[in-house]
């Protein structure tokens, strides 16, 4: 982007020809220098007629929590949590106002996790995003406090994705005719068995939340996600929260089985930070997905073996595999439309029943 700023500084022409393009795609999330994204936002406060041309906004609302809106080349010096909240408050103050005036964006999403409780933030949001048709929302949330989402997506008869990293957003109220084109969900599992009812959802992203209080997926959830009008194709499972803390959960394997029972007809499957996984599960439940084609597992970590007797955990028939390269070759004799496997480690590992940082290994895709 810096190269095309500065072939427009240099001809007048092109510049009014070509900076529409340029700001119809904005994307100043954490890649970016703080530099940059203060401004960016200084451009745009000062030439408000390049606002409408934003059809794509991917990035951060505060660009920095370490300058003053007053002087922003100067770093505040400073580890005080309260004055960075401070500072915060400022830029969301300048930045508030400017997203509501880019009234074309159909694409939105806000990467940094902005408490949205402080200080009137969720109404001026509201307020912002009132006028816009969206296609699809990203929003997450360092707030523990339960936020509303129903006024948002009332307002929103196009939207087809919403993905929130805010566990205690809900839809208290929300009527079968509100988003009705939503395809994509990304949330809890308890956010999923309201949203997904009635709507075709074809694409999920779930998990527990990073919250101390479990919502694990029981039958109960499942048969709300069955409602939905058309068929899951896709699910991404997000670890227990407690993963964290204790890597050996058996309610990943459960919450797996209860997917493979409910929705048999996925397409393309995911394990995400997936704390200890066992094999034997994998051998067990996968073949039971008769169209999957794709199996990812992501920083997570495969046991093959029972870590309690030190003893194989597969049947006689599965003693050969004990590396990812011979259970993922297992996996496609066991699954004839599976082409597509691929398994990332996770960069901790246990010792003596402590944690520390260590790179086990890069990441494999087999094709």
């Known amino acids: 982007m810096a190269e095309k700023m500065s072939l427009l500084a240099t001809c007048q022409y092109l510049r009014r020809l070509s900076e529409p393009l340029l700001y119809s795609h904005l994307d100043p999330d954490g890649n970016w220098k703080s530099c940059r994204r203060v401004q960016v ?25 370490i300058r003053r809106p007053s002087k922003p080349e100067e770093e505040v010096k400073t580890g005080d949590f309260k004055t960075r909240r401070l500072l915060e408050g400022e830029w969301f103050a300048i930045s508030a106002p400017l997203l509501s005036q880019a009234v074309n964006i159909r694409d939105l999403e806000i990467t940094d996790r902005i408490d949205w409780q402080a200080n009137s933030r969720w109404e001026l949001f509201k307020s912002a995003i009132s006028n816009m048709k969206l296609r699809s929302l ?14 948002i997506l009332r307002g929103q008869p196009e939207l087809t994705r919403l993905e929130l990293t805010y566990p205690t ?22 956010q999923a068995a ?11 992203d779930l998990g527990c939340g990073d919250t101390d209080e479990c919502h694990c997926p029981d039958e109960h959830i499942f048969q709300k996600l069955l409602q939905s009008s058309e068929t899951v194709r896709e699910f991404k499972v997000r670890a227990h929260t407690v993963s964290y803390r204790s890597p050996a959960d058996p309610k990943l394997s459960g919450a797996i089985q209860l997917i493979i029972r ?27 997905l008769s169209m999957i084609s794709s199996l990812m597992i992501l920083d997570s970590w495969l046991i093959f073996t029972d870590p309690s007797a030190g003893i194989p955990s597969f049947g006689s028939d599965h003693l050969d595999i004990d590396t990812w390269e011979k259970l993922s070759e297992r996996l496609k004799e066991l699954c004839p439309s599976l082409g597509d496997v691929g398994y990332t480690p996770r960069r901790m590992i246990r010792r003596c029943g402590m944690f520390e940082l260590k790179i086990v290994s890069s990441s494999w895709r087999f094709i």
């Open 41 to 65: 936002l200084k451009t745009l406060g000062e030439r408000h007629g390049l606002l409408p041309h934003i059809r794509f906004f991917r990035g951060h609302l505060i660009p920095t929590s």
């Open 138 to 151: 990203a929003l997450g949330s360092t707030s523990k406090e339960p936020l509303d989402f129903t006024p």
């Open 169 to 190: 957003a809900h839809f208290e109220g929300l009527e079968n005719s509100d988003v009705q084109k939503l395809k994509v969900f990304r949330g809890t599992w308890q």
């Open 194 to 204: 309201t949203i997904v009812p009635g709507r075709p959802v074809r694409r999920l």
């Open 262 to 288: 409910y929705l048999p007809n996925i397409v393309d499957f995911a394990i995400v930070e997936g704390g200890e996984i066992s094999a034997q599960t994998l051998l067990e439940e996968i073949p039971k």
